[in-house]
């Protein structure tokens, strides 16, 4: 696999966090346009597989496709950039700032919404017919899930979105972990097989991911969910935002950086 050694790859997820601070604003957009696209079609075609064949299994382990897909192509997801861009302000890299960081995350969310948009847009398109006949088996299933995790979790109240933000916690520790997984060796196969697992498990597991949210609660109220666009953003966009930019940097990018940066540069001052 190449592999890196760990003080090796923290280092390369530092220096990715500071050129994502640093880009520009168009570059910065159609990149997370992209990837907020592929994503909605992985998303699509692991729920047309898991419907047809009636394993979700299945569907869970081919959804990583498209998460290689996109981070091979270099684009980005908000789910990775909220794990790599505060690493660089704590490293103290030239020229980051919380503002430069913030305005990365709102454009990359402004390009990752819209890239899930086009693609759920596109979608309903194809399974109607042009909005001719009734979605399908499949467009039925997205209606579902997006009612279900929606009004779904607000019928607990406060133990409802406090159950979203955790799926969001776990969602992004194990997302995160593919994002690495991708740095983590100089090879294509062991940067495909070290993203695999994780995402994989994040998807069977049905934790909370924003991107793939995206996707899924616009294409399913375009197919009939019976949820409106505040049940989407109050319970479910905003509680999942939230946990994936906790869980992502306090069990991934933090645990990473201090005992491996940080430990490396100590011994270096003693």
């Given at each position: ?195 695999w697992m994780p995402i994989m498990l994040f998807f069977f ?66």
């Amino acid at each position: 696999m190449s592999y890196l050694v760990p003080s090796e790859f923290v280092t390369k997820m530092v220096d990715a966090g500071e050129s994502k601070v640093h880009m520009s604003t168009r570059d910065t957009l159609i990149r997370s346009y992209m990837a907020g696209a592929i994503l909605a079609l992985a998303a699509v075609f692991a729920i047309t597989v898991a419907v047809k064949t009636g394993v979700f299994l299945i569907g869970a382990i081919l959804f990583p496709v498209g998460f290689c897909m996109l981070y091979l192509m270099g684009f980005d997801l908000l789910t990775g950039v909220f794990v790599l861009t505060p690493l660089a302000l704590l490293d103290k890299r030239p020229g980051v700032t919380l503002k430069g960081i913030l305005r990365n995350w709102g454009l990359v969310f402004t390009g990752n919404f819209a890239g899930a948009l086009t693609v759920s847009i596109m979608m309903a398109f194809v399974f109607t017919y042009g909005f001719n006949v009734d979605p399908g088996a499949v467009g039925q299933k997205i209606a579902s899930v997006g009612e279900a995790r929606t009004v779904g979790y607000a019928q607990y109240g406060l133990g409802g979105w406090i159950t979203i933000f955790i799926r969001g916690m776990l969602c992004n520790w194990m997302v995160s972990m593919g994002v690495v997984g991708a740095m983590i060796s100089t090879s294509v196969s062991g940067k495909v097989i070290a993203m695999w697992m994780p995402i994989m498990l994040f998807f069977f597991m049905g934790f909370e991911h924003s991107v793939v949210n995206m996707f899924l609660f616009p294409s399913g109220m375009i197919m009939g969910g019976d949820f409106s666009i505040a049940d989407y953003f109050l319970w479910n966009e905003i509680p999942t935002v939230l946990g994936n930019l906790v869980g992502g940097l306090a069990f991934t990018g933090l645990t990473l950086y201090t005992t491996h940066i940080k430990t490396v540069k100590s011994r270096a001052i003693a």
